[in-house]
């Protein structure tokens, strides 16, 4: 099975590399890749001869514009990474009979209320990004392509920037942090995408039919003021610098932290229907965060 990976150097197509490679032959691609295997989504019409090229049995499309602030101040090349993009692939894929895996997010929603959205729950999004990423959902379920889109939320990775990078960075610099409290999901690791991926693919090669929409996080819940806590104190009883202390770590509401763009409160996602679909236990967020600060803490 030949297999396209396309956004192959960000969080989550750095983790697919690894977690695709048994399953065939995969191909890499990203912005900095040589020649044609250049893949630049904010030309979309590009991505057509690169599928062309290809010719995968499997498209997998980890790339996005997740600068969710920046993204209110350029809304086209957010449109076009977003939604442009992801239906040129669709367009391919059903021309070509291949099977298009997409990843997508929490921000569709408007986050009202304080349980968990299922997949068949109204959209509402927010922002830029989410506006955004729900026209490319709609483009693939509309293309007739196969598909798998796995909505999810809060992704952090061992590699590149992210929260816990961040709220480590500062508990060793200041004496106060002050973090949000009213904003609520689950941390959710890009090696459990990528392996989420994979299983589904395999059984997706035996079930077509299981093909279509699920959401994939962690489980459990957490707001960012608990996530910094758990962080942070993690960091603490390794013996890294602290300077921050505990009670010194204020929980403070949305209002106090004004940004341009809007964020869901409400972030939580049921994943009944990928567990019972695909035979699946996914870990508390907790364990994946332990396993990434522990990584970081040995170097």
């Known amino acids: ?177 002050d973090v949000i409290d009213d904003q609520v999901g689950a941390p959710t690791g890009a090696e459990l995408l990528a392996d989420v991926t994979a299983h589904a693919l395999l059984r997706l090669r035996a079930e077509p039919a299981l093909a279509g929409l699920y959401h994939c996080s962690a489980a459990g819940e957490t707001s960012w003021f608990g996530y910094a806590c758990h962080v942070i104190e993690a960091a603490r009883a390794a013996g890294r610098p602290v300077k921050v202390a505990p009670q010194a770590i204020r929980p403070i509401p949305t209002s106090s932290y004004p940004t341009p763009a809007a964020r869901p409160r409400n972030s939580r996602l049921d994943t009944r229907r990928l567990r019972a679909a695909f035979g699946l236990a996914l870990p508390p967020w907790q364990r994946g965060v332990d396993r990434v600060l522990a990584e970081w803490f040995a170097r």
């Not at 295997?37 to 979309?44: I, M, S």
Request: aromatic share 6%; net charge negative; with cysteine.
């Open 1 to 177: 099975m030949r297999i396209l990976l396309l956004g192959s150097n960000g969080q989550v197509g750095w983790e697919l590399q690894r977690a695709l490679a048994p399953l065939g032959e995969v191909l890499a691609c990203d912005l900095d890749s040589p020649g044609d295997l250049r893949a630049d989504f904010a030309e979309p019409a590009s991505l057509r001869g690169l599928v062309a090229r290809a010719a995968p049995a499997v498209v997998v499309n980890a790339a996005a514009h997740t600068a969710v602030d920046r993204a209110e101040a350029e809304p086209a090349l957010a449109r076009a990474i977003n939604a442009e993009a992801p239906s040129v692939l669709a367009a391919e894929a059903a021309a070509r009979g291949a099977l298009l895996v997409h990843y997508s997010t929490d921000y569709v929603f408007d986050g009202s209320g304080s349980e968990p959205r299922d997949e068949d729950a109204p959209t509402a999004p927010l922002s830029v990004y989410g506006r955004t990423k729900l026209e490319g959902e709609q483009a693939i379920r509309g293309s007739g392509c196969p598909h798998l889109i796995l909505r999810t939320s809060w992704v952090y990775a061992a590699r590149g920037g992210n929260f816990a990078r961040t709220m480590l960075r500062l508990a060793a610099e200041r004496e106060v942090l």
